[in-house]
């Protein structure tokens, strides 16, 4: 799965190998300091409730703020009926 994207059955026929490798150099940097920090030139701070800032890999990485915040909100309203 990681730095393994010659498999067409999970990437298609023309893998990005720059994006595997972007993915795998994150996880590592999480697995060792339990934070991902900066992901290419993007700063990325650690996850919080109050913010829900995520990081998007994708060809050009980017922070998104809370970009499921309807769908959180509605699971919200689902939890909180039982």
Known sequence: MFLTPDA???VGDEPPHALAVA???????LARTGEVTR????PWKRY???TRTVLAIDREPVVLRDPDAELAE???????YR
């Not at 993915?23 to 940097?29: L, N």
């Not at 992901?39 to 993007?42: E, K």
């Not at 509605?74 to 909180?80: E, P, S």
């Open 8 to 10: 067409p059955s999970m």
């Open 23 to 29: 993915v795998h150099a994150a996880w590592a940097e």
């Open 39 to 42: 992901h290419g030139s993007v």
């Open 48 to 50: 919080a409730t109050a």
């Open 74 to 80: 509605a699971w919200g309203r689902v939890l909180r």
